[in-house]
């Protein structure tokens, strides 16, 4: 309903759009260059804020109820904790001299 | 699907149904009763449109939360081996179409960008925007799938799908075992991306019959809004693949 899911004009969309694109080409940019350790942090930082764009804008997460923004900024959550735990995990195995680590 | 045409139970029809909803939610039984003579649309289970609209985009958003996770398990895996086998995944990313994944990404971004103008010609009631917005995405779908599918021809060609054909490129040959761990995980999620995006063709196959029959306008939009919200996750899914598979070894130099 047109109450709670106010329309977005048209303009609002194509600024989306046309920023995608521009970080699209940033992207490829950018991973032409060596940065070193931080090629793939520059890389992700700019998906996420793609990422963020899309739902923000175009799934119109901006107007849904805060229930349904919690649900969603959930899932991303869990992925983080799930990447976190196991990565602790992986990353300081080498860190016992010990074997079958 | 507008109402039951029987009683749930004998003797409880759906305006006792709502009566009894309104007694125990405190709401106008009044209210009730016309927000359902006015939009046939309105499920007997709901109070109104809104609340209509709010639990199918929630019950979409939980569906989508599900899929995180079943991507994140690949993504999961990516990251393990890629710590593990550093060097193995840039030599393996160099293998990969660079032009062809950029166009694909740009291909899908216009793709979320017609979507998201069916879902406000819905809102504003244009049936031919709708029909055109919703034609116009599922071409983009199809063209993504079908420079898809150029890639994975080339890969066949090259020898660089995981199996005993795997062949790896000169002077790779004592990291070929690791570099079969990064296409076996390329394929597995590119294709399983590339599924998806098949079921969303489908999806909006469906919507467009709806759309065409004049199903929806300012009052009823939910199933192109849904079907957008799925549309939309697909594309975000690429928007990670790209960098993550494509850009990894294209600046070059191991351990990069």
Redesign the interface.
């Known amino acids: ?5 106010p ?2 004009p ?1 303009s609002t ?2 600024i ?2 046309i920023s ?2 521009i970080l ?1 080409g940033f ?2 940019y950018v ?4 940065f ?1 350790a931080m ?2 942090p520059v ?2 930082t ?2 996420v804020i ?2 963020t764009l ?2 923000w ?4 997460l901006r107007y ?2 805060p ?2 923004k919690v ?2 900024v ?3 959550l ?2 983080m904790i ?2 976190g735990i ?2 602790s995990d ?2 300081s195995r080498p860190w016992l001299g010990v074997p079958g680590r | 699907m507008a109402k039951p045409s029987t009683p749930l139970r004998p003797g409880l029809d759906e305006k006792t149904l709502a009566h009894s909803h309104a007694a125990s939610m405190g709401a106008p039984a009044h209210a009730l009763h016309s927000a359902h003579d006015e939009n046939p649309n309105l499920q007997h289970h709901f109070f ?3 609340q209509q ?2 639990a199918s ?2 019950g979409m ?2 569906f ?2 599900t899929e ?2 079943f991507f ?1 398990g690949l ?2 895996a990516y ?2 081996y890629r ?2 086998y550093p060097t193995a995944w840039v030599e393996s990313s160099h293998e990969l179409n ?1 032009i062809l994944g ?1 166009i694909n ?2 291909v899908l ?2 793709s ?2 017609t ?3 069916a ?2 010609s819905a ?2 009631g244009s049936r031919n925007g709708q029909i055109f917005n919703l034609i116009g995405t599922m071409i983009l779908g199809s063209t993504f799938l079908v420079i898809k599918y150029f890639e994975y021809a080339a890969k066949f060609t090259h020898h660089l799908v995981p199996g005993p054909h795997f062949q790896a490129p000169a002077g790779m040959e004592a990291i070929g075992n690791q570099m079969q761990i990064f296409f076996a995980l390329y394929f597995i999620m590119t294709g399983i991306h590339a599924a998806h995006m098949v079921i969303g063709i489908v999806l909006m196959a469906v919507i467009l019959v709806m759309a065409w029959r004049g199903k929806f306008g ?2 009823y939009y939910t199933p192109v ?1 849904v079907g ?2 799925y549309w ?2 697909v ?2 899914v690429w ?2 693949l ?3 598979l494509y ?2 070894g ?4 191991p351990g ?1």
Do not use: C
């Open positions: 309903m047109s109450s709670s899911h329309i977005t048209i969309y194509l989306t759009w995608l694109f699209t992207t490829v991973a032409s260059q060596d070193g090629n793939t890389a992700l700019v998906a793609k990422a899309v739902v804008f175009f799934m119109g849904n109820t229930l349904i649900t969603a959930a899932g991303f869990w992925l799930m990447f196991t990565m992986y990353i | 109104s449109m809104d609209l709010e985009i929630l958003w939980v989508l939360v995180v996770m994140g993504f999961m990251i393990v710590t593990m660079v950029g990404t740009g971004i216009v979320s960008f979507m998201a103008m879902v406000r809102q504003t300012p009052h809004e957008g919200l939309h996750f594309d975000i928007i990670f790209f960098p993550l850009l990894l294209f600046h070059g130099g990069a």
